[in-house]
């Protein structure tokens, strides 16, 4: 585990923007994580597979980061 990564986990749904949301410090500074919500899922069905899931989900967004994958808006999406 990466120790200039701590996860939040606060998992949550974003309506604004249709996506599961959750948050990572990276030295320091917090960073929004979004996975787009499928269309074969609800908000809320789909919130709890990625709770269920949360250990990938966060070794995923700790790969993006490192890959510097971040959107002009700083956001990591998966």
């Known amino acids: 585990?990466?120790?200039?990564?701590?996860?939040?986990?606060?998992?949550?749904?974003?309506?604004?923007?249709?996506?599961?949301?959750?948050?990572?410090?990276?030295?320091?500074?917090k960073v929004g994580c979004f996975i787009s919500i499928p269309t074969t899922f609800s908000a809320k069905e789909f919130l709890a597979e990625i709770k269920a899931d949360a250990f990938s989900w966060e070794d995923s967004a700790e790969q993006a980061i490192a890959d510097d994958a971040f959107t002009t808006e700083g956001e990591i999406w998966l």
């Open 1 to 29: 585990m990466n120790q200039q990564l701590i996860f939040n986990n606060d998992f949550d749904i974003d309506l604004r923007r249709n996506a599961i949301a959750f948050s990572c410090l990276v030295s320091g500074l």
